[in-house]
C-alpha cells in the first residue's frame, strides 16, 4: 500500500468531508453542555458562547440535584447493565462451548433455536413479560430488567462466541483432557481466556442498547426506586420543560457518564468491533 | 471430538446449556407465544374469551384501526427508506475515507463521529426537540448567518416535515454503526488484493467501486437488515421527542408507538392488551417478511470470497 502515491487532492477533500461531519455530529452535544453552564438570559441571548465570568452559573444543576436523585438513577443503570452483562456473557460462553464443542443429538437444531432471537425483537413479547413479571411478583424490579435484558442479549452472545470457539484448538483441550481436567476446567481455565477479545465485542454490543433502553424500564420498573438514569432523565425533563437551565443540566448530567465511559473504553471498543466477529 | 468415546459422561452438555435455554426460553420464546396467544383472545369482563382471528380482522378490517394501522406501516417504511438511502451509503463513504493509510487523525474522526450512537434517545430527542425549536433560536439564526433563515421551518412540529426529520435525527445518531462494521470490514481485506488491482492500474476511486465494493457487499447486506430489524422497531426516539401521540396528528406514529399507545391506553382511551398484541403480532410477521426476503432472496445470491 505504501508504494502507491495518494493524490493529495483526494486526501484533503476527505479531511474537509470528515472535518464537516464531525462538527455535525458533536454540534448538539457541545451546545447543550455549554448552555447549561449559562444563565436563562444567555442561553437566549447567545447560545453559542461559551459561557463567561457574567453569564457563569449552576443554577441549573442545583435544580437537578435538589428535583431529581440522579445517582440513584446512575446507580440503578449501572447495576442492571452490569449485572446483565455478567450473565450474558457467562451463559452465553457456557452454551456456546457446548455447541462449538460437542457433537450430540439436535446440536444443529438447538443452535438454530437460539439464533431465532437474534432477528426478532424481544420487545414484541411485551406483553407477555410484564404478565410473568406481575405473576412473579418481579415489577418495579431491577431483576426484572436484569432478566429481561440477558434473554435479550442471549442470542447474539452465542453467536459470535460459539464462532471464536470453534478457533480454539482441539490439541489444546485434548492436552489438558490428557491431563486429567474436567470439562468444567477445560472451559474455565483454557478457553475462556482464549476468547476474551470476543467477549469484549458482545459486551460492546449489548452495553449500548441496555444502558439507553427506555421500553423496558417505562413498562417494567417505572418506580421511583427503580428508575433508570434513561427513564430518570425522561420523567424529569418532561416534568422540567420550561425551565431550560435545568433541562439542559439534566441533559449534560446523562450525556457526561456515558461520554467518559467511553473516552476510557473507545480502544478496547474499537478494537472489539475491528476484531472481525461482524465481519 | 474425544468426548464421543465417553458417552455415558456427557450431562456436562446439559449443564452448560441450561442456564441459557432456560431464560432465553422462558423470557423471549414463552412470551412471544404468549403474544400469539393473547392476540386471539378478548377480555370480557374478567375473562379471557377466545375469538380466533377477530382482533386481526377489526385492526385491518375497522376503519378507526385500519387507518391507524396503515398509517404507522406507511412512516414506518417512509422512515426505514430515509435510513436505507442516507444512513448507509453516507456510513460507507465515511469509512471508505477513514481506511485511506494515508490518511492522519482517522482515529479522532471515529471515535468523534460514533458519539451519538452512545447517546440515549431521551439525550438525542431533547437536544434536536431544544436545537430546532423557534423558541431558542439556535437553527434560525444559524441559517440566517448563511441567509437562508426563508428554509427555516418548525420541522418537527409540522405534518409534513416532521417524520423526515425524525428519520434524520435519527440517522445522526446512528451513522457510527454502519460506519463501525464497514470500516471493520474493509480493514479485513488483504493488501494482496488490492497491490493486484494496482498493477493492472486499478487505484483511487476506481479500486473502491471495482474491488472494495463488491468485497463488503456481504456487510452491507447485513447492515441492511439490521437497519430493518432497528427500524421496524424503533418506538424510544418518537416518544421522547413527539410524545405517546406521535404528533402531530399522528404524522410520526410508527408500528412502535402504536403498540404503545394500544397497549397502555392513553388519554381517554384504555388500553387494550388483546389488540396490543395482534400489533405486535403484525409487527413481527412485517420484520419476519423482511428477514425472509434477506435470507432467501438476496443472501443466498451474494457472492462471498475467501483470502
Redesign the interface.
Known sequence: ????K??PL??AF??V???T??I???F??I??LINSFKTRKA??RD??SLPNSDSFTMVGYETVFKQGDFLQYFQNSMIVTVVSLF?IL???A??A???A????KGNTL?GL??A??I???????????L??MVAGGLVNTLTALI??Y???G??LA?FILAEFMRQVS?DLK?AG?IDGL???RI?FVLVLPLVRPAMATVAVFNM?PI?????FPL?LAPGEATKT??LG??VF?GQFVTD?NA??SA?SM??LP??IL??IF?KQL?RG????A?? | MSTQDRPKRRWHIVIFLTPAVLVYTALMIFPLFGTLRLSLFTTVGQEQIFIGLDNFRTLLGDERWSNSFWNALKNNTWFFVIHMIVQNPLGIAIAAMLSSSALRFSSFYRTAIFIPTILSFVIVGFAWKLILSPLWGIAPDMLDAVGLKFLFKPWLGKEEYALTTLALISVWQFIGIPMMLIYASLLSIPDEVLEAGECDGITGMAAFWKIKLPLILPSIGIISILTFVGNFNAFDLIYTTQGALAGPNYATDVLGSFLYRTFFGFQMQLGDPNMGSAIAMMMFLVILLGVCIYLFGIQTRMRRYQF
Do not use: C
Not at chain 1, 1 to 4: F, P, Q, T
Not at chain 1, 101 to 104: G, H, L, T
Not at chain 1, 211 to 215: A, G, Q
Not at chain 1, 273 to 276: D, F, K, N, R
Open positions: 500500500m505504501n508504494k502507491v495518494h493524490n483526494n486526501l476527505a479531511h468531508a470528515l472535518i461531519y464531525t455535525i455530529a458533536l448538539p452535544v451546545v447543550i442561553i437566549f447560545p453559542l450473565f457467562l451463559f452465553g457456557m452454551a462451548f457446548a455447541l464443542e460437542y457433537r450430540f438447538m433455536y437460539l431465532i432471537g432477528m426478532i425483537p424481544i420487545r414484541l413479547g411485551t406483553v407477555a413479560i404478565q410473568i432478566l429481561v440477558t434473554a435479550q442471549l442470542p452465542i482441539d485434548d483432557r474436567s470439562e468444567y472451559f449500548i444502558w439507553n433502553d427506555l421500553w413498562i438514569l434513561t432523565s425522561q425533563i431550560w433541562v439542559l441533559l446523562a450525556i456515558v461520554m467511553y473516552i473507545s474499537i468491533i475491528t476484531s472481525g461482524v465481519k
